[in-house]
Protein backbone atom coordinates (compact mmCIF):
# COMPACT_ATOMS: atom_id res chain seq x y z
CA UNK A 1 0.00 0.00 0.00
CA UNK A 2 1.24 3.38 -0.87
CA UNK A 3 1.61 6.07 1.99
CA UNK A 4 0.12 9.08 0.96
CA UNK A 5 1.17 12.23 2.67
CA UNK A 6 -0.73 15.08 1.48
CA UNK A 7 -4.17 14.63 -0.38
CA UNK A 8 -5.36 17.65 -1.91
CA UNK A 9 -8.99 17.19 -3.14
CA UNK A 10 -11.22 19.60 -5.33
CA UNK A 11 -9.55 22.79 -3.67
CA UNK A 12 -10.84 26.47 -4.52
CA UNK A 13 -9.29 29.10 -3.30
CA UNK A 14 -10.90 33.19 -3.98
CA UNK A 15 -9.99 36.67 -3.09
CA UNK A 16 -13.32 38.55 -2.57
CA UNK A 17 -12.67 41.99 -4.13
CA UNK A 18 -15.26 45.11 -4.98
CA UNK A 19 -15.73 44.06 -8.68
CA UNK A 20 -16.35 41.08 -7.23
CA UNK A 21 -14.98 36.76 -6.27
CA UNK A 22 -11.72 36.32 -8.27
CA UNK A 23 -11.51 32.81 -8.39
CA UNK A 24 -7.51 31.46 -7.91
CA UNK A 25 -7.66 27.88 -7.31
CA UNK A 26 -10.32 26.27 -9.53
CA UNK A 27 -10.56 22.16 -8.10
CA UNK A 28 -7.45 21.26 -8.05
CA UNK A 29 -6.69 17.43 -7.49
CA UNK A 30 -3.44 15.68 -6.38
CA UNK A 31 -1.99 13.55 -3.94
CA UNK A 32 1.84 13.33 -2.61
CA UNK A 33 3.23 9.75 -1.63
CA UNK A 34 6.20 9.70 0.73
CA UNK A 35 9.65 10.19 -0.42
CA UNK A 36 8.39 11.65 -3.27
CA UNK A 37 8.74 14.87 -4.96
CA UNK A 38 5.51 16.55 -7.16
CA UNK A 39 6.89 19.03 -9.20
CA UNK A 40 4.36 21.71 -9.74
CA UNK A 41 5.02 24.31 -13.09
CA UNK A 42 3.43 26.84 -15.01
CA UNK A 43 3.39 30.70 -15.95
CA UNK A 44 3.20 33.26 -13.46
CA UNK A 45 0.00 33.83 -12.10
CA UNK A 46 -1.11 30.16 -12.89
CA UNK A 47 -2.04 29.70 -8.74
CA UNK A 48 0.97 27.20 -7.61
CA UNK A 49 2.19 29.80 -5.17
CA UNK A 50 -1.48 30.03 -3.50
CA UNK A 51 -1.90 26.25 -3.51
CA UNK A 52 1.42 25.93 -1.57
CA UNK A 53 0.05 29.21 0.37
CA UNK A 54 -3.28 27.61 1.16
CA UNK A 55 -2.30 24.27 2.26
CA UNK A 56 -0.19 25.72 5.03
CA UNK A 57 -2.76 27.99 5.93
CA UNK A 58 -0.58 31.10 4.95
CA UNK A 59 -3.31 32.58 2.78
CA UNK A 60 -2.85 36.58 2.58
CA UNK A 61 -5.91 38.16 3.80
CA UNK A 62 -8.79 38.43 1.89
CA UNK A 63 -7.70 35.24 0.18
CA UNK A 64 -10.30 31.99 2.07
CA UNK A 65 -10.33 28.54 1.20
CA UNK A 66 -13.93 28.30 -0.60
CA UNK A 67 -14.24 24.58 -1.40
CA UNK A 68 -12.10 21.52 -1.11
CA UNK A 69 -10.30 19.67 1.40
CA UNK A 70 -6.39 19.57 2.20
CA UNK A 71 -5.57 16.38 4.45
CA UNK A 72 -2.18 15.98 6.31
CA UNK A 73 -2.44 11.93 6.29
CA UNK A 74 -5.81 11.20 7.67
CA UNK A 75 -5.93 14.44 9.44
CA UNK A 76 -7.60 17.49 7.43
CA UNK A 77 -5.93 20.41 7.90
CA UNK A 78 -7.79 23.18 6.28
CA UNK A 79 -9.91 24.21 8.62
CA UNK A 80 -7.76 24.23 11.72
CA UNK A 81 -7.72 27.29 13.75
CA UNK A 82 -4.59 29.36 13.80
CA UNK A 83 -3.13 27.92 16.94
CA UNK A 84 -3.61 24.20 15.44
CA UNK A 85 -2.41 25.31 12.10
CA UNK A 86 0.87 26.92 13.77
CA UNK A 87 1.58 23.66 15.80
CA UNK A 88 1.34 21.93 12.33
CA UNK A 89 3.57 24.25 10.43
CA UNK A 90 6.90 23.64 11.35
CA UNK A 91 6.13 20.10 13.18
CA UNK A 92 4.59 18.25 10.55
CA UNK A 93 5.09 21.02 7.33
CA UNK A 94 8.37 22.69 6.72
CA UNK A 95 8.09 25.09 3.87
CA UNK A 96 11.34 26.86 2.06
CA UNK A 97 10.78 30.21 0.37
CA UNK A 98 12.23 32.06 -2.48
CA UNK A 99 14.31 34.67 -0.84
CA UNK A 100 15.99 32.87 2.00
CA UNK A 101 16.75 36.92 3.66
CA UNK A 102 12.85 36.39 4.30
CA UNK A 103 12.70 33.43 6.23
CA UNK A 104 15.51 33.92 8.36
CA UNK A 105 16.01 36.64 10.89
CA UNK A 106 18.72 39.21 10.39
CA UNK A 107 19.06 39.47 13.96
CA UNK A 108 19.68 36.00 15.30
CA UNK A 109 22.30 33.72 14.52
CA UNK A 110 21.27 30.57 12.90
CA UNK A 111 22.22 28.10 15.35
CA UNK A 112 19.67 30.43 17.34
CA UNK A 113 17.24 29.84 14.74
CA UNK A 114 17.69 26.28 14.38
CA UNK A 115 18.19 25.73 17.53
CA UNK A 116 14.46 27.36 18.58
CA UNK A 117 13.09 25.71 16.16
CA UNK A 118 14.10 22.08 17.63
CA UNK A 119 12.77 23.22 20.89
CA UNK A 120 9.44 24.14 19.87
CA UNK A 121 9.11 21.12 18.40
CA UNK A 122 10.67 18.57 19.39
CA UNK A 123 11.11 16.51 23.43
CA UNK A 124 15.04 17.39 23.28
CA UNK A 125 17.27 19.40 25.53
CA UNK A 126 19.40 22.52 24.73
CA UNK A 127 22.58 20.63 24.30
CA UNK A 128 20.90 17.95 21.98
CA UNK A 129 18.91 20.90 19.91
CA UNK A 130 22.75 22.65 19.39
CA UNK A 131 24.07 18.98 18.18
CA UNK A 132 21.27 18.59 15.74
CA UNK A 133 21.69 22.27 14.63
CA UNK A 134 24.84 21.66 13.53
CA UNK A 135 24.11 17.98 12.07
CA UNK A 136 21.52 19.71 9.89
CA UNK A 137 24.19 22.33 8.54
CA UNK A 138 26.57 19.68 8.05
CA UNK A 139 23.56 17.44 5.94
CA UNK A 140 23.12 20.99 3.91
CA UNK A 141 26.66 21.20 3.36
CA UNK A 142 27.58 23.96 5.24
CA UNK A 143 31.70 23.89 5.50
CA UNK A 144 32.74 24.20 9.64
CA UNK A 145 29.36 23.80 10.27
CA UNK A 146 30.61 24.29 14.15
CA UNK A 147 31.98 27.38 14.01
CA UNK A 148 29.90 28.78 11.56
CA UNK A 149 26.74 28.11 13.67
CA UNK A 150 27.01 31.48 15.83
CA UNK A 151 27.32 33.48 11.95
CA UNK A 152 24.57 35.49 11.23
CA UNK A 153 22.31 35.21 7.95
CA UNK A 154 23.78 38.30 6.34
CA UNK A 155 27.21 36.70 6.86
CA UNK A 156 26.61 33.88 4.30
CA UNK A 157 26.34 33.71 0.81
CA UNK A 158 22.65 33.57 -1.12
CA UNK A 159 23.31 29.56 -1.63
CA UNK A 160 24.16 29.03 1.64
CA UNK A 161 21.92 30.94 3.29
CA UNK A 162 19.56 28.58 1.01
CA UNK A 163 20.95 25.62 2.73
CA UNK A 164 20.29 27.35 6.29
CA UNK A 165 17.03 27.60 4.89
CA UNK A 166 16.51 23.98 4.36
CA UNK A 167 17.77 22.80 7.20
CA UNK A 168 15.18 25.48 8.99
CA UNK A 169 12.54 23.61 7.16
CA UNK A 170 13.88 20.19 7.95
CA UNK A 171 14.63 20.96 11.37
CA UNK A 172 11.81 19.81 13.27
CA UNK A 173 11.53 16.32 10.79
CA UNK A 174 8.70 17.51 9.01
CA UNK A 175 6.50 14.99 6.89
CA UNK A 176 6.23 17.38 3.90
CA UNK A 177 8.29 20.21 2.79
CA UNK A 178 6.74 22.82 0.53
CA UNK A 179 9.64 24.60 -1.75
CA UNK A 180 8.61 27.47 -3.35
CA UNK A 181 10.91 28.41 -6.44
CA UNK A 182 13.78 27.72 -3.82
CA UNK A 183 16.33 28.30 -6.91
CA UNK A 184 15.06 31.42 -8.69
CA UNK A 185 17.28 33.84 -7.09
CA UNK A 186 20.90 31.89 -7.62
CA UNK A 187 23.47 31.23 -10.27
CA UNK A 188 22.87 28.16 -12.33
CA UNK A 189 25.68 26.11 -10.81
CA UNK A 190 24.43 27.02 -7.40
CA UNK A 191 20.52 26.03 -8.14
CA UNK A 192 22.05 22.52 -9.01
CA UNK A 193 24.08 22.12 -5.87
CA UNK A 194 20.68 23.00 -3.64
CA UNK A 195 18.58 20.75 -5.60
CA UNK A 196 20.95 18.29 -5.27
CA UNK A 197 21.06 18.16 -1.60
CA UNK A 198 16.94 18.67 -1.45
CA UNK A 199 16.67 15.89 -3.16
CA UNK A 200 19.34 13.82 -1.43
CA UNK A 201 18.12 14.70 2.08
CA UNK A 202 14.25 13.86 1.07
CA UNK A 203 15.30 11.04 0.07
CA UNK A 204 17.26 10.05 3.06
CA UNK A 205 14.71 11.23 5.30
CA UNK A 206 11.53 9.51 3.12
CA UNK A 207 10.13 13.36 3.32
CA UNK A 208 7.53 14.25 0.62
CA UNK A 209 8.09 17.38 -1.44
CA UNK A 210 6.09 19.63 -3.39
CA UNK A 211 8.35 21.50 -5.27
CA UNK A 212 6.60 24.94 -7.09
CA UNK A 213 9.11 26.55 -10.08
CA UNK A 214 8.38 27.59 -13.36
CA UNK A 215 11.44 25.98 -14.26
CA UNK A 216 10.88 23.13 -15.89
CA UNK A 217 14.57 21.99 -16.33
CA UNK A 218 14.58 21.79 -12.23
CA UNK A 219 11.49 19.84 -12.92
CA UNK A 220 13.15 17.32 -14.91
CA UNK A 221 16.13 16.83 -12.66
CA UNK A 222 14.35 16.39 -9.57
CA UNK A 223 10.68 15.57 -9.52
CA UNK A 224 9.15 12.21 -9.13
CA UNK A 225 5.78 13.60 -11.08
CA UNK A 226 4.67 16.99 -11.84
CA UNK A 227 1.73 18.63 -12.59
CA UNK A 228 1.05 21.71 -14.82
CA UNK A 229 -1.36 24.67 -13.65
CA UNK A 230 -3.29 26.80 -16.12
CA UNK A 231 -5.73 29.35 -14.49
CA UNK A 232 -5.91 27.69 -11.25
CA UNK A 233 -6.49 24.19 -12.93
CA UNK A 234 -4.36 21.17 -13.77
CA UNK A 235 -3.82 20.88 -17.33
CA UNK A 236 -1.82 17.89 -16.20
CA UNK A 237 -0.79 15.47 -14.26
CA UNK A 238 2.14 12.54 -14.36
CA UNK A 239 5.39 11.03 -14.08
CA UNK A 240 7.86 13.49 -14.70
CA UNK A 241 9.85 11.19 -17.78
CA UNK A 242 6.29 11.12 -19.19
CA UNK A 243 5.21 14.63 -19.71
CA UNK A 244 8.59 15.72 -20.59
CA UNK A 245 8.98 13.45 -23.64
CA UNK A 246 5.34 12.73 -25.06
CA UNK A 247 3.49 15.95 -23.42
CA UNK A 248 -0.60 15.40 -24.16
CA UNK A 249 -1.86 18.41 -23.16
CA UNK A 250 -1.36 21.21 -25.42
CA UNK A 251 -0.13 23.76 -23.00
CA UNK A 252 2.14 21.33 -21.96
CA UNK A 253 3.64 20.40 -24.96
CA UNK A 254 3.46 24.28 -25.51
CA UNK A 255 6.01 24.35 -22.24
CA UNK A 256 7.84 21.92 -23.66
CA UNK A 257 8.60 23.17 -27.12
CA UNK A 258 9.65 26.80 -25.51
CA UNK A 259 12.36 25.15 -23.99
CA UNK A 260 15.69 25.08 -26.17
CA UNK A 261 17.95 21.45 -26.70
CA UNK A 262 21.30 21.75 -26.98
CA UNK A 263 21.01 19.55 -30.24
CA UNK A 264 19.86 22.24 -32.25
CA UNK A 265 17.48 20.32 -33.79
CA UNK A 266 14.57 22.67 -34.58
CA UNK A 267 15.32 26.50 -35.96
CA UNK A 268 12.71 28.15 -33.31
CA UNK A 269 11.18 27.15 -30.37
CA UNK A 270 7.17 26.50 -29.89
CA UNK A 271 5.22 30.12 -29.25
CA UNK A 272 2.20 30.00 -27.14
CA UNK A 273 0.14 32.95 -28.85
CA UNK A 274 -1.84 34.92 -26.01
CA UNK A 275 -1.88 35.30 -22.92
CA UNK A 276 -3.25 33.75 -19.62
CA UNK A 277 -6.55 35.26 -18.58
CA UNK A 278 -6.89 37.46 -15.80
CA UNK A 279 -8.70 36.33 -12.98
CA UNK A 280 -11.57 38.26 -13.95
CA UNK A 281 -11.89 37.16 -17.06
CA UNK A 282 -11.62 33.10 -17.64
CA UNK A 283 -13.30 32.43 -20.31
CA UNK A 284 -15.88 29.36 -20.12
CA UNK A 285 -15.26 26.04 -20.60
CA UNK A 286 -11.49 25.49 -20.95
CA UNK A 287 -9.34 28.39 -19.86
CA UNK A 288 -6.74 27.53 -22.45
CA UNK A 289 -8.54 27.13 -25.43
CA UNK A 290 -7.77 30.69 -26.56
CA UNK A 291 -4.62 29.95 -26.95
CA UNK A 292 -5.26 26.52 -28.62
CA UNK A 293 -4.72 25.79 -32.16
CA UNK A 294 -6.75 22.55 -31.66
CA UNK A 295 -9.97 23.88 -30.02
CA UNK A 296 -12.77 22.77 -30.87
CA UNK A 297 -16.54 23.85 -30.54
CA UNK A 298 -16.59 22.01 -27.09
CA UNK A 299 -13.97 23.33 -25.56
CA UNK A 300 -15.56 26.78 -25.64
CA UNK A 301 -18.51 25.52 -23.55
CA UNK A 302 -17.74 22.66 -21.18
CA UNK A 303 -14.85 22.50 -18.84
CA UNK A 304 -12.72 19.38 -18.87
CA UNK A 305 -12.34 17.20 -16.04
CA UNK A 306 -8.50 15.09 -15.73
CA UNK A 307 -9.06 12.00 -18.18
CA UNK A 308 -6.72 9.21 -17.66
CA UNK A 309 -4.31 8.94 -20.51
CA UNK A 310 -2.06 6.12 -19.86
CA UNK A 311 -0.18 7.11 -16.57
CA UNK A 312 -1.17 10.69 -16.61
CA UNK A 313 -4.16 12.76 -16.11
CA UNK A 314 -5.38 15.00 -18.93
CA UNK A 315 -7.80 18.06 -18.87
CA UNK A 316 -8.63 18.33 -22.15
CA UNK A 317 -11.43 16.91 -24.32
CA UNK A 318 -9.40 15.84 -27.75
CA UNK A 319 -8.48 12.76 -25.24
CA UNK A 320 -12.16 11.54 -24.60
CA UNK A 321 -12.66 12.02 -28.04
CA UNK A 322 -9.78 10.02 -28.70
CA UNK A 323 -11.93 7.98 -26.92
CA UNK A 324 -14.95 7.70 -27.91
CA UNK A 325 -13.30 6.76 -31.16
CA UNK A 326 -11.23 3.92 -29.78
CA UNK A 327 -14.65 2.01 -28.31
CA UNK A 328 -16.41 2.50 -31.81
CA UNK A 329 -14.00 1.02 -33.29
CA UNK A 330 -13.55 -1.65 -31.21
CA UNK A 331 -16.89 -2.07 -31.15
Given amino acids: MTDIVLSVRDLHVEFPTRRGILRAIDGISFEIQKGEVLGVVGESGA ?9 IGLLEPPGRISGGAVYLHDQRIDNLGPDAMRRVRGKKIGMIFQDPLTSLNPLYTVGRQLTETILTHL ?12 GLLEDVGIPAAASRINAYPHQFSGGMRQRVVIALALAAEPELVIADEPTTALDVSVQAQIIAVLKRLCNERGV ?9 GVIAETADRVAVMYSGRLAELGPVRDVVKDPRHP ?15 SDRLVQISGAMPRLDAIPTG ?22 PVDKSRVACWLYEEETIENRGGAA
Fill in 47 to 55: GKSITGSAI
Fill in 251 to 265: YTKGLMGSIPHLAGE
Fill in 208 to 216: AVMLITHDM
Fill in 286 to 307: CAFHPRCEKAFARCHLERPSPI
Fill in 123 to 134: PVSSEEAEKRAI
